[in-house]
């Protein structure tokens, strides 16, 4: 709710309406703890964030305001790696996508989220300050409050084998070359997709999808479509920023302009192929 209201706004005295804050507080200065965000894609369609589920899709943010930019750094759901808090879960090893999982299952203190925040500090060396987790239905449903979303669409997609929205058998997906507007569904399966290349293409669009979304809601349409928005994001988003954070993170002074923002991704170039014990292919 918060986050969609203040990001069409552009008047940092309504933010500091909003949300009661002191005049005298200083924007950079609280944004200092809030550097590195993990956004979570969960894998669930019921909405029910109570039942532990994967994370398949992993993106974290670097923000640098007093630069005014920002990298994203995408990690591929099945890069295999030592798994935090070993001692309370028994699992010392396995993908990057079931940290969350094992954090919320095992009663890991913090739960899921702070299992992926301690895997990913141990095995990369960076801290994680805050996350935003996200479902498939919360997602679908945001999309399509924003209006939809315009990717331009660099290769021509054609899965398949992609898994029905019921979770039974498989459909076609297809995505022509080019900018495409996507509403909910086909954005979301546009993200998904990877049968006809890989996991490291996935993350790419991945990152392709949260960009058009972050354009779409800095467009001058953002404000008209805060009603349908409020109501798409109430109750379906997890995160642990405090309202404060949001608030700065919107604030008109911060705001990180398009072309500064570097998308990264770890690929085939810097993992080796391995079969799991268990016999999967990561």
């Given at each position: 709710?918060?986050?969609t ?12 309406d ?10 950079e200065?609280?944004?200092?703890a809030?550097?590195?965000?993990a956004v979570?894609g ?7 964030y109570s039942?532990?589920?994967?994370t398949d899709?992993l993106m974290?943010?670097n ?8 990298g994203v750094l ?6 295999w790696?030592q798994q935090?808090n070993a ?11 079931l ?8 009663d ?7 299992q992926?925040k301690?895997t ?8 994680v300050?805050?996350?935003?987790l ?6 679908v ?7 939809g979303?315009e990717?331009d ?5 054609y899965d398949?084998q992609?898994?029905?929205?019921t979770g039974?058998?498989t459909i076609v ?6 900018l495409?507007?996507?509403d ?5 399966r546009?993200?998904?997709?990877r049968?006809q290349?890989?996991d490291y293409e ?10 058009a979304?972050?354009?779409r809601?800095l467009?001058g349409?953002?404000l008209?479509?805060?009603?349908a928005?409020?109501g ?7 995160t ?14 911060p705001?990180?302009p398009s072309?500064?923002?570097?998308t990264y991704?770890?690929d085939?170039?810097f ?11 990561v």
């Open positions: 709710v918060i986050l209201v203040l990001v069409a706004s552009t008047n940092a005295q309504w933010i500091l909003a949300f009661k804050l002191d005049p005298s507080l200083d924007p200065r609280l944004l200092t809030v550097r590195a965000i979570l969960i894998d669930d369609r019921t909405g029910d039942v532990p589920a994967r899709a974290f943010t923000l640098r305001f007093a630069d005014h930019e920002a995408s990690v591929p759901r099945d890069l790696l935090a001692d309370i879960t028994g699992i010392y090893e396995d993908r990057i996508n940290s969350y999982l094992y954090g919320e299952s095992y890991v203190p913090g739960g899921g989220p702070a992926v301690a990913i500090a141990g095995n990369f060396g960076f801290t300050d805050r996350y935003v996200i479902n498939f239905d919360a997602f449903r945001f999309v399509d409050a924003l209006g979303i990717v669409v660099p290769k021509a997609i398949s992609f898994p029905a929205q039974d058998g997906f297809e995505v022509e070359p080019g495409q507007h996507m909910g569904l086909t954005a979301l546009y993200a998904r997709t049968h290349d890989s996935r993350i790419k669009r991945q990152q392709l999808v949260a960009l979304i972050r354009d809601l467009s349409t953002g008209t479509r805060v009603p928005l409020l798409a994001l109430r109750g379906s988003v997890r642990d920023l405090s309202p404060e954070e949001i608030a700065m993170l919107l604030w008109p002074g705001q990180i072309e500064n923002i570097d991704a770890i085939g170039n993992v080796t192929p391995w079969t799991s014990p268990g016999g999967g292919a």
